[in-house]
């Protein structure tokens, strides 16, 4: 039954029925006691579902934005998407690294990383940065760090 949801919680008991269009969310309970019991609770909720549906469908979808972060209160490297991280190798072994995230489309994330060991700790830091800044103009454009 998608879209529609059972409530049985203290005094609510019936149908919620949520449909999404464009970042707004739309609604409706459908009480058993005011509807006259569950079994029309029911029936009221799946014709309301189904009537919100093609009202959804029909609405013109507006393009999603995509959110650029500038800063996040948890990041401790200074350089968001990248952070200093501890991996663990197949054999067991542990190697410092600082890691590097990004997300060239919606819903897809890539990562890499660059050893500490390897580079040093400055170097690792400093290849870790401009890799994510290289990764984030390639996707937002030439002037992306010049606006934030």
């Given amino acids: 039954m998608k879209g529609i949801s059972r409530i049985?919680?203290?005094?609510?008991?019936?149908?919620?029925?949520?449909?999404?269009?464009?970042?707004?969310t739309y609604s409706k309970l459908y009480s058993?006691?005011?509807c006259g019991g569950k079994g029309k609770a029911l029936t009221l909720a799946k014709e309301y579902r189904?009537?919100?549906h093609e009202e959804l469908e029909a609405m013109p979808?507006?393009?999603?934005?995509?959110r650029i972060v500038a800063s996040d209160s948890r990041n401790t490297t200074g350089e968001l998407g990248v952070s200093r991280s501890t991996k663990t190798g197949p054999n067991g072994t542990?190697?410092?690294?600082?890691?590097v995230s990004w997300h060239p489309t919606p819903g897809v994330q890539k990562c890499?990383?660059?050893s500490i060991k390897k580079y040093g700790e400055k170097k690792a830091f400093?290849?870790?940065v401009a890799h994510r800044r290289k990764m984030m103009r390639e996707i937002h454009g030439e002037n992306f760090y010049r606006k934030h």
Avoid: I, W
């Avoid at 979808?61 to 995509?66: F, H, T, W």
């Fill in 50 to 52: 189904d009537e919100l």
């Fill in 32 to 34: 058993d006691r005011k």
């Fill in 126 to 128: 400093k290849m870790a």
């Fill in 94 to 99: 542990k190697h410092e690294c600082y890691s």
């Fill in 61 to 66: 979808k507006v393009p999603r934005q995509r």
């Fill in 8 to 24: 049985d919680s203290g005094s609510t008991h019936g149908f919620f029925v949520r449909g999404y269009r464009n970042q707004k």
């Fill in 112 to 114: 890499t990383s660059f």
